[in-house]
Each structure stands twice: as C-alpha cells, then as structure tokens.
C-alpha cells in the first residue's frame, strides 16, 4: 500500500462516523455503502492481533478469523451453511478455495440493508503457520476495489434509494449531474418552481437548513408525491409513492443526521 | 376536549415536540398540546409554513396540486403538516426531532386530526 493509499484510508476511517446498534455491535454497512464485501476486507484490515471478527446481517451470522491484517478463513455460519470453505484456512496457494470464500460471503451478504461487526477473542484455527491472505491481497483476487472515499452524502442518499424514487433531478451547482425515470415534470419544476420556493420557505423559517428534505404527498397529478432534497450546493428533485415516505424519512436521518 | 387529544398523541411517541391544530382560512393556530411552550411568533411562523407547504391559497408550493400531506426533515428535527380528510381547512402541525419512526406518527396523526376535525 502506497503512503497516500495509507494516508487517505485514515482519512476516510477519521471522517466516517462510528454507529453503534442496539446490540452494541459496530454498524458497518448500511444500504450498500460500502458494499458489504468491502467492509469485511476493511475490517481485515484494520484487525492486527488474532482476533474473531463476527458479521452480522440481517439473520445471519459470518465468523471469520482475521489476524496481521489478514484473512485467515471462515470458522462458522450461522443458520448453518455446509459449504466446505468453512473451517479451512484460505491460501493463495488454493485458488479455488479463495473463490470458494468469496462466492460465500457474496451469497449471504452481497444484498445486506446493514451490516454490522464484533470482535471477539480468538479461537483455534487452522495450523500455526497457515497465515491466510492479506485484506490488500483479496481485494485483487476478488476483484474488489478497497472504497476508501466516502460517497458525498446526497449522492449516498439518492443511490440507497434508488429504488424507492420514480424519478430523479440532480442539480450540484446548478447543473445536472444525474437523472433517471421520467424527469421532464421534474425538469419542469426545477427551472420553474424551485427558487421562488426555497425564497419564499426560507422566509417563512428564518433561513434555509443546511440539509433539508420537504415532502409532498400526492403533489403530482397522477397521484404520486414530490420531494425536495436541498444539501449545501446540491438539489434533488424527486418523484415518489406515498407508501415509501417512512423509508425515505429513516435513510434521510440516517444519512444526514 | 381537542387538547387532550393532543395530549395523548404526543405522549404516545416520544419524539414528538409539540402539536398545534390550526385553521387555515383564518391561518391561526386554534390550539396546542398542553406541553407546547411555543412562543406565538414560532406558533405563527409554523401556521405559515403550513398554508405554504399546503398551498392553502390553491397554489401547490411545488408540483402540480396542493398536498395533504408535507414534511420538512432537517437534521434535528421534522415538521409534518396534515389536512384533515372532512374540512380541507383544518390542519395538524406537529414538531418532532428526527429520531421518530415517521410512517406510525403520521398515521396516527391523521387519525387524531380526523377525531378532532369531525368533532369541532
């Protein structure tokens, strides 16, 4: 790893907050970001003394034993897997038991809303001289790039919910930098609609937040309900169903908070 | 008794600040849950917000058609606005910190603005 590799993954770990769940285990991932993957191989590599490294999504649970910023192998899955991988330490020397990890650990976490890690107390593994592979070393067998910038957190919001909009309009500093859906209604309040708004709203609240999410419900004439995502230089105008307004609300605060 | 409905709406859920049931012909705030400690300007500004996001004149803040329904989420706090499903007119404003689950408040809420609408 280069020193400016170095330099800006601390950066990242400095500038990413520290969430803790109801459990007390360290959230890691949440909506994808970073890709569950990828937060496991961070975790690898911040762990230096032989440790277990408990994963936790959803209903299931990935042990793995990680020590000298190394993965050494997967110890145990719970609801019980029968993959062969578990148990055996992972080698380079052993290409199809480093896939073999990999295509585990995609199957139960790829699509994870969250995830979350513990870090428990070694246990026996393998023999003494079976090392594993480095966190570095797997992010180039599995072809996973090491996400160590931050999404800016307008564009983390629009990509964690990417599903739940019908339409999107990015506007950073004025200009367009992403659309989806059918966008000419939001085009259309954009360039007609959204200063006299934000005038006239900030006048009303003494001044405009320096991140705010107005909704509307059924604003639209088809019954589907508008939003407006303001974020220091950026605007997203979105289209939605009402029944997504709670979703929106818990990524909104989860994002911005 | 409208403020004991409001009363009991905000003890329900925690991250509730303050509830406030506005008329919006006249554009006043009629009544507030009885732990509201709301100065009458911040009480004012917060029936404006309402008639705007609501777009009481008939005039959509944004979109196409006014809404029944509008929030304004910031880090610290959200505010939600109702329009009663009887008399368009009557509005529930309601200050929450951002904590709260948004979709069983709302609901709620609406269910209490209806009690207290179809009972004035």
Redesign the interface.
Known sequence: MSEEDALAQKLAALIASVEIDDSGARVISVDGEPAPITAILREVDDTVLERCLAFDCGDTTITVVAAGRRLRGIVNVTPQNDAEIIGQVISREEPEGVQAAFDLLQSLCADADKMTVRSLPSEPFGKGGERGISAKGLTELWGVTMDIIPKPPMDKFLSANAATFLSVLHVREGKVVSTSGDVK?LQQ?WKS??DD?RK??AK???GE?????????????DGT??A?ALYENEIALVAYQ?EN??KM??S??RI?? | MVVDELDALRDKFEGCAALAFADLSTKMILVTDSGSNLRREALD?LC??AA??LGANGT????????????????SQ?RVFLRAEQEPNDVLCCICN??L????F?ADAGACLDRISGSE
Request: glycine share 4%; hydrophobic share 45%; aromatic share 10%.
């Open positions: 209604p309040i609609q959204v708004f006239a709203h009303m609240v003494r937040e320096r991140a705010q999410f107005v909704c509307l419900e059924s604003a639209f004439d309900s508008a407006l009402g307004f709670g609300q818990s909104w605060q911005f908070n | 500004a404006a917000e705007f996001l959509p803040a944004l979109a196409e058609q006014p809404s029944d329904k509008a929030s304004v989420t910031s880090p959200m951002s904590k689950d948004a979709d069983a709302v």
